[in-house]
């Protein structure tokens, strides 16, 4: 197998036995890059000269026989969204087109203890705002199983450059599926931690009490390995919790015999895609086969998800997009008549549609007179979207659930209906809500080739449950190794 | 819920420092108007006696003196440095002598 389908830990054993060095690694994966990259277009930024530098650091370490992390020298993609030191972070958006951070990101701190070799920034949604990644200011981004597809949003370039073999693993952020839905989408692993779990220090801020960072891989084992590493509280974020981070490599456990596994009814409606029910269904049959007791449960609100969602995102982001006024960093639209006028310019012309309408719709549910019929009333509905939640747990172990309603669409086919593309996270929304730990794992292709995503939740901090039930279903099922032919003669 | 009017848009892109010419007022006006009547299904809940959620780790108090059995999370006012004013400036449009440079707000009298 080429070193660029390999899985971290595969690669880590390779180079602990000095069968590689980073740098052919390192080199392995920017020709990859070369040549299909200019097709899939996940990268804003590619940070060769920096990578190969972290590489020879890697290699000295192996080569003078020290105990190497596990993700020392291994070749990793970062969305755009986290702040990389001395690296341009663009949030997608032409506001921060020339923004360098000052500082990384804790997540960044994190990854380089362990030794990795940066890869690049991918593409994203504007500000992380989107479900297809075509809300990005500079490209599209295009699914690898079919270039004529999107890859999923917000985190679309994470996801495409693990499926396409141009990186071996990424990150990505999720605030209501962005790192599920493309996962799901690109047929990858991805996984979006408790609220909490992760530092959001040097994660450009979207809808504060929902954005949590976490990893796109291509197994789960990978995955484990990254949580590993960026898992943990933190001084810089008042919001990280500081519970105790177990080793989640020892939750790789073949074995779900006497784990409950519910099935919510509400996200089996008459509109979900057929195709992808059955295959789910499917895969629910497998792990029970496989020994785990499956049960129907109700989430009553799930319908309400997507209206809440779309009140507090874009409220909690109108208060945080506050800041780019063209004062500290970032574009200012030249030769302003006064201040304010300054402020509405850099604006207007920085922001691009999506992230306009998303601070309008925010700026409006906490607008006087709006504030309770909006806002609190959205807070109040996630209340009892997350005590769904918390019965559902009091009976089940792990909830299954299709990622996304459909495969990947088409590019172009939503972006004149801003509420259809909304209506693309009615699978990822509702744990957003209530802040739990969920995976997206391959579970098969639809007739037309394109992934199928089995999406399982645990409860609050219960990472390990769905890690179980993850890599049993993986070690049991070969969805995981079926790799898109990336058609590089195409027009792309 | 009420709706959003023309005017309404206006007044809410003022308050958002935002500013759209006709057109764009008038599509942010129907997309923001059917999205809002999308949203009016939650109205269908009744939810007076539901307390609402900011945050879904309610153990998590952000102030001092917290409340027994909470844990508050606050830093030591403790003095660290800070970045230097060139790492900081070398991001600003308009630096200027130390400071970021904005049009001038206040008349020279």
Same mark, same amino acid.
């Given at each position: 197998?080429?070193?660029?389908?390999?899985?971290?830990?595969?690669?880590?054993?390779?180079?602990?036995?000095?069968?590689?060095?980073?740098?052919?690694?390192?080199?392995?994966?920017?020709?990859?890059?070369?040549?299909?990259?200019?097709?899939?277009?996940?990268?804003?930024?590619?940070?060769?000269?920096?990578?190969?530098?972290?590489?020879?650091?890697?290699?000295?370490?192996?080569?003078?026989?020290?105990?190497?992390?596990?993700?020392?020298?291994?070749?990793?993609?970062?969305?755009?969204?986290? =702040?990389?030191?001395?690296?341009?972070?663009?949030?997608?958006?032409?506001?921060?087109?020339?923004?360098?951070?000052?500082?990384?990101?804790?997540?960044?701190?994190?990854?380089?203890?362990?030794?990795?070799?940066?890869?690049?920034?991918?593409?994203?949604?504007?500000?992380?705002?989107?479900?297809?990644?075509?809300?990005?200011?500079?490209?599209?981004?295009?699914?690898?199983?079919?270039?004529?597809?999107?890859? *999923?949003?917000?985190?679309?370039?994470?996801?495409?450059?693990?499926?396409?073999?141009?990186?071996?693993?990424?990150?990505?952020?999720?605030?209501?599926?962005?790192?599920?839905?493309?996962?799901?989408?690109?047929?990858?692993?991805?996984?979006?931690?408790?609220?909490?779990?992760?530092?959001?220090?040097?994660?450009?801020?979207?809808?504060?009490?929902?954005?949590?960072?976490?990893?796109?891989?291509?197994?789960?084992?990978?995955?484990?390995?990254?949580?590993?590493?960026? =898992?943990?509280?933190?001084?810089?974020?008042?919001?990280?919790?500081?519970?105790?981070?177990?080793?989640?490599?020892?939750?790789?456990?073949?074995?779900?015999?006497?784990?409950?596994?519910?099935?919510?009814?509400?996200?089996?409606?008459?509109?979900?895609?057929?195709?992808?029910?059955?295959?789910?269904?499917?895969?629910?049959?497998?792990?029970?086969?496989?020994?785990?007791?499956?049960?129907?449960?109700?989430?009553?609100?799930?319908?309400?998800?997507?209206?809440?969602? &779309?009140?507090?995102?874009?409220?909690?982001?109108?208060?945080?997009?506050?800041?780019?006024? *063209?004062?500290?960093?970032?574009?200012?639209?030249?030769?302003?008549?006064?201040?304010?006028?300054?402020?509405?310019?850099?604006?207007?012309?920085?922001?691009?549609?999506?992230?306009?309408?998303?601070?309008?719709?925010?700026?409006?549910?906490?607008?006087?007179?709006?504030?309770?019929?909006? &806002?609190?009333?959205?807070?109040?509905?996630?209340?009892?979207?997350?005590?769904?939640?918390?019965?559902?747990?009091?009976?089940?172990?792990?909830?299954?659930?299709?990622?996304?309603?459909?495969?990947?669409?088409?590019?172009?086919?939503?972006?004149?209906?801003?509420?259809?593309? &909304?209506?693309?996270?009615?699978?990822?929304?509702?744990?957003?809500?209530?802040?739990?730990?969920?995976?997206?794992?391959?579970?098969?292709?639809?007739?037309?080739?394109?992934?199928?995503?089995?999406?399982?939740?645990?409860?609050?901090?219960?990472?390990?449950?769905?890690?179980?039930?993850?890599?049993?279903?993986?070690?049991?099922?070969?969805?995981?190794?079926?790799?898109?032919?990336?058609?590089?003669?195409?027009?792309? | 819920?009420?709706?959003?009017?023309?005017?309404?848009?206006?007044?809410?892109?003022?308050?958002?420092?935002?500013?759209?010419?006709?057109?764009?007022?008038?599509?942010?006006?129907?997309?923001?108007?059917?999205?809002?009547?999308?949203?009016?299904?939650?109205?269908?809940?009744?939810?007076?006696?539901?307390?609402?959620?900011?945050?879904?780790?309610?153990?998590?108090?952000?102030?001092?003196?917290?409340?027994?059995?909470?844990?508050?999370?606050?830093?030591?006012?403790?003095?660290?440095?800070?970045?230097?004013?060139?790492?900081?400036?070398?991001?600003?449009?308009?630096?200027?002598?130390?400071?970021?440079?904005?049009?001038?707000?206040?008349?020279? *009298?």
């Amino acid at each position: 197998m080429p070193l660029h389908e390999l899985t971290a830990h595969a690669l880590h054993e390779k180079l602990k036995e000095r069968e590689i060095t980073a740098q052919e690694l390192t080199e392995a994966i920017y020709e990859r890059i070369a040549e299909v990259e200019p097709h899939v277009k996940g990268y804003l930024t590619l940070t060769k000269d920096i990578a190969l530098e972290q590489a020879d650091r890697a290699d000295q370490g192996f080569q003078n026989g020290d105990e190497m992390p596990p993700l020392a020298g291994i070749p990793i993609a970062i969305k755009d969204v986290i =702040c990389t030191k001395g690296v341009r972070t663009t949030c997608g958006s032409k506001i921060l087109d020339n923004f360098v951070p000052p500082y990384n990101a804790t997540v960044m701190t994190k990854l380089h203890e362990q030794g990795v070799v940066m890869v690049g920034k991918t593409n994203m949604d504007e500000f992380a705002m989107g479900s297809s990644t075509e809300n990005s200011a500079y490209q599209i981004t295009h699914n690898p199983w079919d270039l004529d597809t999107i890859p *999923g949003g917000s985190s679309g370039g994470s996801a495409a450059v693990v499926s396409a073999d141009t990186a071996v693993c990424s990150l990505g952020s999720d605030t209501g599926g962005s790192i599920r839905q493309p996962a799901a989408l690109c047929g990858v692993v991805g996984m979006k931690p408790t609220y909490g779990r992760v530092s959001r220090y040097g994660l450009v801020a979207f809808a504060s009490s929902l954005d949590q960072i976490g990893p796109f891989t291509k197994d789960v084992t990978d995955c484990a390995l990254l949580l590993n590493a960026i =898992c943990g509280s933190d001084a810089m974020d008042a919001t990280s919790v500081d519970v105790p981070v177990p080793d989640f490599t020892q939750c790789l456990i073949n074995d779900v015999d006497g784990l409950k596994i519910g099935v919510p009814k509400e996200y089996f409606t008459p509109a979900l895609d057929t195709e992808i029910a059955d295959n789910v269904h499917a895969a629910i049959a497998v792990l029970e086969e496989l020994g785990a007791t499956v049960e129907e449960v109700s989430l009553p609100h799930t319908e309400y998800a997507i209206a809440t969602y &779309y009140i507090i995102a874009p409220a909690e982001a109108s208060a945080n997009l506050a800041r780019y006024d *063209g004062v500290r960093y970032g574009y200012r639209n030249e030769n302003p008549e006064n201040l304010i006028s300054m402020y509405k310019k850099t604006r207007s012309k920085g922001f691009g549609e999506e992230v306009k309408r998303r601070i309008m719709l925010g700026t409006f549910a906490l607008s006087a007179g709006y504030q309770d019929a909006y &806002y609190k009333k959205a807070q109040k509905v996630r209340t009892l979207i997350k005590s769904d939640f918390d019965a559902a747990f009091e009976k089940v172990d792990v909830i299954a659930t299709p990622t996304s309603p459909t495969p990947a669409f088409k590019i172009g086919e939503r972006t004149a209906d801003p509420l259809q593309m &909304y209506l693309s996270d009615v699978m990822t929304t509702p744990a957003s809500h209530a802040g739990l730990p969920g995976i997206s794992v391959p579970c098969g292709l639809v007739k037309s080739g394109l992934p199928i995503g089995l999406q399982l939740l645990g409860a609050p901090f219960a990472e390990e449950n769905v890690l179980r039930v993850a890599y049993t279903f993986e070690q049991n099922t070969e969805y995981h190794q079926q790799k898109p032919e990336i058609q590089t003669n195409g027009v792309g | 819920m009420a709706t959003i009017t023309v005017d309404g848009v206006r007044h809410v892109a003022n308050l958002a420092r935002l500013e759209f010419n006709d057109e764009e007022t008038a599509q942010f006006t129907e997309q923001l108007a059917r999205i809002l009547d999308y949203i009016g299904k939650l109205n269908e809940l009744e939810t007076d006696d539901v307390p609402p959620t900011s945050h879904i780790h309610p153990h998590q108090i952000f102030i001092l003196g917290s409340e027994e059995g909470a844990r508050h999370v606050a830093k030591p006012d403790a003095v660290k440095p800070s970045y230097p004013i060139e790492a900081v400036l070398a991001n600003a449009p308009e630096p200027e002598e130390g400071y970021f440079g904005v049009p001038r707000v206040v008349d020279r *009298g």
